[in-house]
């Protein structure tokens, strides 16, 4: 495992190897020769078995809000977006791009069991989420142009966003059809009044 001090890229890869998908760790403290301003360079390029193999660039966010509410906070900055963009053109279609968001929170108080989907490491709880590049592109709101950053509409995210397990099938028993967000709110839903078409405790975020 790469030495890394950003936690969210450690926890990242650490939950990828858990897994046992083979990744590659890019170093990031260098811009690959590419025009006259060189190319921001991917975080992760990842090798599932029986998927697309996939360039990741690795968002790390709080879990939480202030008031101890999951807002689906999702900004990037333009630089993310054009290296992404540029690599998927370079890789060609064996590749496909996605940003990873990684959100942290801290163990409660009362820990939770061990099925609440949450993968521990280094004291914090991580849960990953990727969605896809061109999803996102054709979703962007400015954060404005001082920023150099833009956002995608919190609800258009929340339908196509999907835990990052699904982008990594290793086995043909991984799920065909990654179920959106909104519809794994209904499934649980079931689930907690005994109704069929519910998740497995595993898939639930509550």
């Given at each position: ?32 020769v ?22 990741v660039?690795?968002?790390?966010k ?16 333009t ?27 801290m ?25 896809a ?13 001082a ?11 929340r ?9 990594l ?38």
């Open positions: 495992m790469a030495i890394r001090s950003n936690h969210y890229e450690a926890a990242f890869e650490a939950f990828v190897r858990s897994l046992r998908v083979p990744c590659v760790a890019i170093d990031e403290s260098k811009r690959a590419f025009g006259e301003d060189g190319l921001k360079n991917p975080d992760f390029l990842l090798y599932p078995r029986m998927a697309s193999n996939l360039v660039e690795v968002k790390g709080r879990g939480r809000n202030a008031r101890g509410r999951r807002d689906w906070e999702n900004w990037v900055t630089d993310d977006l054009d290296g992404l963009v540029r690599w998927q053109a370079i890789f060609g279609p064996g590749f496909r791009s996605i940003l990873a968001f990684v959100y942290a929170e163990p409660p108080p009362f820990p939770l069991p061990r099925e609440n989907g949450a993968f521990e490491f280094r004291g914090l709880e991580y849960r990953f989420w990727g969605v590049l061109d999803d996102y592109v054709a979703h962007l709101r400015s954060r404005g142009p920023w150099k950053a833009v956002a995608m509409a919190r609800r258009a995210f339908r196509r966003v999907r835990p990052l397990q699904e982008w099938p290793m086995t043909l028993e991984a799920p065909k059809r990654p179920k959106p967000v909104k519809e794994r709110d209904r499934c649980n839903a079931n689930a907690a009044r005994g109704l069929p078409g519910s998740l497995p405790p595993s898939w639930r975020w509550d």
